[in-house]
C-alpha cells in the first residue's frame, strides 16, 4: 500500500533498505550488501503482495521479476561506496526473508545458505515486488547486522538489541551512502527530463 501511494504520489524510484543477518561467511557486522537478486520463500508459502484481484492500473496480472534490482543502480552504487572508501565493506548478494518474529533455528539457516542466499531479513521483499509491479525502478541493500550462527555448538544468540545497535553504529556511513545515491538519481533524471 504505502509503495503504491508513492507511485501515485510520482514517485519514480525506490530505494528499499533492511538489518539483516549475513549468511555468507565472507560479510561482517558492519557490511552492507547491495540486493542483487532475492527468494521470496514467503510466496512460495502462497504469500504474496499481490495476491487477490489484479488491479491493472498499477501493472500487470504476471509481471516478471527476474530483473527486479536495477542494474544500472547497482553498478553506481559500487562507484559511489568506491568513492566514499566504502568498497571493502560493500558487497552484491541474494537476500531472502522469513516472516519472523523469530530469528531463525540453525538448521534453517543452513537450509537458506544452500539455497543460495547471502543475508536474511524479514522485510523488503513484499515492497519490492509492489515496486516491481507498478514499474518503479527498484534498488535494496541490507546492512549486516548479525553473523548467522550455522553451528549447534555456539552460544552466540541473535537479538534485537543488537540490531539496533549495529544501526545506529553505522546509521552516519548509511545516510551519506542513500544520499549519494539519492543525488546520483536526481542528476540523471534531471539530465533525462530538463
Ligand atoms: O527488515 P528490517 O525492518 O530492517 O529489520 C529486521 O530486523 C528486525 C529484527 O531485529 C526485523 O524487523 C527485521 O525485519
Ligand atoms: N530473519 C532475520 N532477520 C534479521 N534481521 C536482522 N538480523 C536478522 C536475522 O538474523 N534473521
Known sequence: MPVRVMKLLGVTHLVATNAAGGLNPKFEVGDIMLVKDHINLMGFAGNNPLQGPNDERFGPRFPPMNEAYDKTLIREAKRIAKELGLE?????????????????????????????????????????????????????????????????????????????DVGKMRQDVLKLFVQSIVKYIKQTEDSINP
Do not use: W
Open 88 to 164: 571493502n565493506i560493500v558487497h552484491e548478494g541474494c537476500y531472502t526473508y522469513l516472516g519472523g518474529p523469530n530469528f531463525e533455528t540453525v538448521a534453517e539457516l543452513k537450509m537458506l545458505s544452500m539455497l543460495g542466499a547471502d543475508s536474511v531479513g524479514m522485510s523488503t521483499v513484499h515492497e519490492v515486488i509492489t515496486g516491481r509491479h507498478c514499474d518503479l525502478t527498484v534498488m535494496a541493500f541490507s546492512l549486516i547486522t548479525n553473523k548467522c550462527i550455522t553451528a549447534y555448538d555456539s552460544n552466540d544468540n541473535p537479538n534485537h538489541e543488537e540490531v539496533m
